[in-house]
C-alpha cells in the first residue's frame, strides 16, 4: 500500500527557515519523480517542485525560485523541502506528491499535508 | 509560465446532473492534463491523467476529453460523493501549472 507522510510543519517567523520531510512506503522510491504542491488557506493548489527518481533533475515555481530547495534521500525513501527566507505569503499546507514516472506526468498518490505558518 | 484557466469557477448542481468543466492552456499542452478533485481539508485525488486516461478505481461517470489547449472534464450523473473542488494541472512542462479550480456544490 503506497503511503506519503509528510511532517517538519509549523509557525516560524518572517526570513526564517524550515525543513519539510516526506517519508514513503508502498512503491520503490528511487523509481520515481517526487513533488511538492501547497494550497493556501482557502485559496487553491499551486505546484512547488519537482525532483527527478535520481535527483538529477530539479524544477521549481517562480514563486519559491531561489528560496526553495528540493531534495532526496534514496537509501532513506524521504523526500526533502528546504524553505528558507520564509514569507507570509508561503503559509500553506504542504502536500507530497509521487509522480507517474522518472520526473513528470500526472500524481496518482499524495501524502496528507502538513501546514506551514509564517508569522511574527 | 503556462496558464491555466477553467471554466466555470463554481455551479450549483443536482444529484443525478451531467456536468461538465472546462480547462483552457495558454499554450499547446498536447494532452498533458490532468483532473483532480479535492474535498475540504483532504488531499487531493486524481481523477483523469493524459486527458482522457481514466485512473484505476475511479468511477466511469467520470470522463475526460481534450488536446492542445482545450479540455473538458465530464461527470456523466453527479452523486452526493462528487460535491468538491476540481482542478487541472498541466504537465507539458516545467513549471507545471494548476488552474484555477471549480467548486461544485449542491443546488
Redesign the interface.
Known sequence: QVQLVESGGGVVQPGRSLRLSCVVTGFTFNDYGM?W?RQAPGK????VA?IWYDGSNK????SVKGRFTISRDNSKNTLYLQMNSLRAEDTAVY?CARA?DFG?????Y????TLVTVSS | AIQMTQSPSSLSASVGDRVIITCRASQGIRDDLGWYQQKPGKAPKLLIYAASSLQSGVPSRFSGSGSGTDFTLTISSLQPEDFATYYCLQNYNYPFTFGPGTKVDIK
Not at chain 1, 487553491?44 to 505546484?47: A, H, I, N, T
Not at chain 1, 524544477?59 to 517562480?62: E, G, H, K
Not at chain 1, 513528470?104 to 496518482?108: E, I, L, M, Q, R
Open positions: 513533488y504542491v487553491g493548489l499551486e505546484w519537482v524544477y521549481y515555481a517562480d502536500y507517474e513528470s506526468g500526472s500524481a496518482p499524495w501524502g496528507q499535508g
